[in-house]
């Protein structure tokens, strides 16, 4: 639910896999094993074909061994593997482009993250917690080449964003460093902001507030067909967690709300948190939406799902308006 649809098809037609110091654990994403070689990286030994199948596994410091092995390597004549995934991204950001001009009763959480993103710094270090917060990060923050991007290797960690942002301040104080996160990964680790506080680092964080574990509510109607449970918790109110932390705290709960305050905060001179409402059924949409998808879904609405109409519009609604909007472009 989390990537983008250039990057499955590259797996999809890919004739090899070369992975270099990565745990990646979904299996699922990547070709099926046996399908593609498979060469992998890594300067620890025990996670050479840890997690995928490979013919050769090297082991050392990934710039030595690339340097080596690039003179190796022979230029494919065709350019078809990459014209296919060039065409594939221009219609993707088209998608991209729809999507975060989508309009509704409550801010778009891909909306939000498309006006951030036009705001921040050309060398901005920006991380991310684990969650639906991922989705909107990967699709609508655009990581221009000289900006950092950092999320939890496994794309699991929940509450690494503000710590990994408080390291990223220390090693570079002159940088814009900003924590892009989800309202339970910031309610896991909340103290660790006045750590923030204590050392004068001008973080920025902001937290996309849905008042559930949204990932969560997705992953079981989507993959187990059941309607949701136990993911809605108690509000925060974030923005006083900064005033009391001694701190400065942005609240954003209306759409024409965000440039302005988004201004404001970013300029602050001193660490912040923005909270932002938005809308809590805005769908994790996967790159390809397959039957088991859709009828795991619908299942677990048929089950009982709460709002399970509002959640239906959102899918179905923003599945035509983006077939609609696409024909017309
Ligand atoms: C320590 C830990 N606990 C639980 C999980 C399972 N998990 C993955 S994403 C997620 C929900 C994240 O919620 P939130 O931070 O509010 O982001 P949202 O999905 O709402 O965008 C949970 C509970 C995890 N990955 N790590």
Not at 42 to 50: A, F, M, N, S, V
């Amino acid at each position: 639910m989390l990537g983008t649809e250039p990057a499955s098809l590259a797996m999809k037609n890919a004739d090899t896999l070369l992975m270099i110091g990565t745990s990646f654990p979904y299996l699922e994403y990547l070709p099926t094993p046996g399908s593609v070689k498979g060469i992998q990286i890594d300067i620890i030994p025990e996670k050479i074909g840890l997690r995928y199948p490979v013919e050769v596994g090297l082991v050392g410091d990934s710039k030595k061994t690339l340097k080596n092995l690039i003179p190796q390597i022979k230029q494919k004549r065709s350019k078809k593997f990459l014209s296919e995934l060039q065409k594939s991204v221009k219609d993707w950001n088209k998608t991209i482009e729809i999507r975060s001009s989508k309009q509704g009763d409550s801010i778009k959480p891909q909306k939000f993250a498309a006006m951030l993103s036009e705001m921040l710094d050309d060398d901005a270090i920006i991380s991310v917690d684990s969650g639906t917060i991922t989705t909107w990060a990967a699709r609508y923050l655009n990581v221009g080449k000289n900006m950092k991007f950092s999320l939890s290797g496994t794309l699991a960690s929940m509450a690494c964003a503000v710590p990994y942002s408080i390291a990223a301040q220390v090693g570079f104080p002159k940088r814009q460093s900003i924590a892009f996160v989800g309202d339970g990964g910031m309610a896991m680790l909340l103290g660790e902001f006045s750590t923030a506080v204590k050392y004068d680092l001008p973080i920025k964080v902001f937290v996309i507030k849905n008042n559930a574990l949204n990932m969560i509510r997705w992953e079981q109607m989507a993959f187990s067909g059941n309607p949701e449970y136990a993911v809605e918790f108690e509000p925060i109110d974030f923005a006083k967690v900064a005033d009391a932390c001694g701190a400065k705290g942005f609240t954003i709960k209306k759409e024409n709300e965000i440039k302005k305050t988004l201004k404001q905060a970013l300029s602050h001179n001193g660490p912040v948190i923005l909270e932002v409402s938005v809308d809590p059924f805005e769908a994790p949409i996967p790159p390809k939406v397959n039957l088991d998808f859709v009828q795991n879904v619908i299942e677990s609405f048929v089950k009982g799902q709460p709002e399970a109409s509002k959640i239906g519009l959102n899918l179905l609604g923003g599945q035509i308006k983006e077939k609609i909007a696409k024909k017309l472009k």
